[in-house]
């Protein structure tokens, strides 16, 4: 650990702080994480703290956000307040708010990768390590489905039988698209006898279908352990193949395509972390009549899955 890492590990257990840490954040901030893990992992984390009298979020703003509609009684901050995740904001309240009046009989499952405003609307939000048996278990004919269509896309593959009603029309992570639809991953493959390609559900349809698993970043980190391919072609934000180097070293992680980065997510480094702890901001607020919506749809989702 380098000096600033040792010094954060220290005033966070000076401050009582507990620090959760998204699978895309630089490998100096994993190491330092109390909890490392994808969003559905970081979600149940922040429904069970109880002692922490303050909860540091390296991630987006929608992850802190959940966390602090989770524990409107604590303190939540997020190192840069410049965390934001472009496809939750791919979703105005006017679309969403359309769609419900014309399909007033359809659930409405959001990825939690929406602000808590959105959520407030939903019946049940879901990640990808859930989509598909969130949609499955209302067991409607037609479910508002956002903002993620690739997200979607993968759902419907799973669930043939419902109708998915997208809002937006074409919301989507650049990043994930950024990928393509996997041609590089295709060559690696080729040049790797015996790897294996995975896709995030993020991705666009035409690599998700190339890929031999689509899986949520803990899904990859899962895999990881049990796989008996010894190299791996990763479809998805690069700040994962950190973790899974350093866990897997015998394995050998290659991202599918280089340069794969959130912007968003590397807003938060060793400095702004540290500067967070110290002087305990920017602390992330949620009007409470929103948190008490969003919290609703975001339990449901945490009990269905
Ligand atoms: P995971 O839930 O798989 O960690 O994904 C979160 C995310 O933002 C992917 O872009
Ligand atoms: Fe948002 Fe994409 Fe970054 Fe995930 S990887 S936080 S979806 S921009």
Redesign the pocket.
């Known amino acids: 650990m380098n000096e600033l890492q040792k010094r954060i590990v220290e005033i966070k257990k000076q401050k009582n702080a507990l620090l959760l840490v998204h699978n895309?954040q630089i490998a100096e901030i994993q190491e330092v994480a109390d909890f490392l893990g994808d969003s559905l992992e970081l979600c149940r984390k922040a429904q069970e703290v109880k002692d922490a009298d303050m909860i540091v979020f390296c991630g987006?703003d929608f992850m802190a956000e959940t966390a602090k509609v989770l524990n409107p009684e604590k303190k939540v901050v997020i190192p840069s307040a410049k965390a934001i995740?472009?496809?939750a904001g791919m979703l105005s309240m006017d679309v969403l708010l359309d769609a419900k009046k014309k399909y007033p009989d359809a659930p409405v499952v959001l990825y939690v990768?929406t602000l808590a405003e959105a959520k407030a609307e939903a019946t049940a939000t879901c990640t990808s390590a859930n989509a598909d048996k969130i949609v499955k278990q209302l067991g409607a004919k037609q479910v508002i489905f956002g903002p993620d269509k690739n997200l979607g896309y993968y759902v419907q593959k799973r669930v043939p039988d419902v109708e998915l009603i997208y809002v937006p029309e074409d919301g989507h992570?650049?990043?994930?698209r950024y990928l393509g639809d996997g041609e590089t991953a295709m060559k690696l493959k080729v040049e790797n006898p015996g790897s294996e390609v995975w896709a995030h559900p993020?991705c666009e349809p035409e690599f998700q279908d190339r890929a031999d698993y689509v899986l949520s970043t803990g899904g990859m980190v899962k895999r990881a352990k049990t796989t008996s391919a010894k190299t791996i072609i990763v479809g998805t934000?690069e700040g994962l193949i950190a973790r899974l180097q350093r866990e897997n070293p015998d394995k050998t992680f290659l991202p599918a395509k280089d340069y794969a980065v959130?912007g968003?997510?590397k807003r938060i480094t060793l400095e702004n972390l540290y500067m967070s702890l110290v002087g305990e901001e920017p602390v992330v607020e949620v009007p409470k009549d929103i948190a008490d919506r969003a919290r609703v749809s975001i339990e449901r989702m945490l009990e269905m899955s």
């Open positions: 895309y987006v995740c472009p496809m990768n992570c650049r990043v994930h993020e934000e959130c968003a997510m």
